[in-house]
């Protein structure tokens, strides 16, 4: 998992609420992305951001957004327009077009 | 457009024997090429990676791969499986003519379970 920490580990959302997915990472790189990843399934896309104040959708980006204030911090808020959110979260960083290296996940379960 | 395929969901394998997990991928241009693993409730582990050089990569934990750029495949292998390698394995490929840092695209994951 490297320098990089998600938080929380555990997230439960109520029906109508926004919540927040923390992600840090101290490898000064310049991309980060948030990947969703369901059971059976690969990582799919959400957004990523190639440098601060910057940040781009990725495949599934309805219903999720996201803030780059920060070299070190890419948030990710889980909006109710998210009508299925329970999913594992990764978030990950990297620099260029070498290898990205993954957080420890956060769990988004709805109550 | 770039694409990985995982064709195996599961691979079971003894402890000791050989252990192989297939991807096959499609890019547009030259690829980049990477293995991860994931245990239960953790992020995605880098195993290794081909760049360009030599077609057989080594990674960590005794893993290696071939890329085989006539068959566009990327098999990860080990010789010897260990019971501690039973996991969750991706797959990735970028693009390497891609200017976009985005563009990475991963498999469906392969479950291996090493039997003791």
């Not at chain 1, 620099?95 to 996940?105: D, I, L, V, W």
Request: net charge neutral.
């Amino acid at each position: 998992d490297g320098g990089i920490t998600q938080s929380p580990k555990y997230l439960f959302r109520k029906e109508g609420q926004n919540v927040t997915l923390s992600c840090e990472q101290n490898l000064n790189h310049d991309a980060m992305y948030w990947y969703r990843q369901d059971p059976g399934q690969g990582l799919r896309l959400i957004y990523y951001s190639q440098i601060v104040n910057d940040f781009q959708k990725g495949d599934i980006a309805e219903g999720y957004s996201v803030s780059r204030e920060k070299k070190e911090s890419f948030p990710l808020t889980v909006t109710s327009a998210q009508k299925n959110p329970t999913a594992f979260y990764l978030c990950a960083s990297g620099q260029g077009a070498e290898t990205q290296y993954f957080g420890p996940g956060t769990r988004l379960l709805v109550l | 457009a770039q694409s990985v395929a995982q064709p195996e969901d599961q691979v079971n394998v003894a402890e000791g024997n050989p252990l192989t997990v297939k991807c096959t991928y499609s890019v547009s241009g030259n690829p980049y090429l990477f293995w991860y693993v994931q245990y239960p409730n953790r992020g995605l582990q880098f195993l290794l990676k081909y760049i360009t050089g030599d077609n057989l990569v080594k990674g960590s934990y005794g893993f290696e791969a071939e890329f085989n750029k006539s068959q566009t495949s990327f098999h990860l292998k080990k010789p010897s499986a260990l019971v501690s390698d039973s996991a969750l394995y991706f797959c990735a490929v970028r693009d390497r003519s891609s200017g976009s840092a985005r563009q990475l695209t991963f498999g469906s994951g392969t479950q291996l379970t090493v039997l003791p």
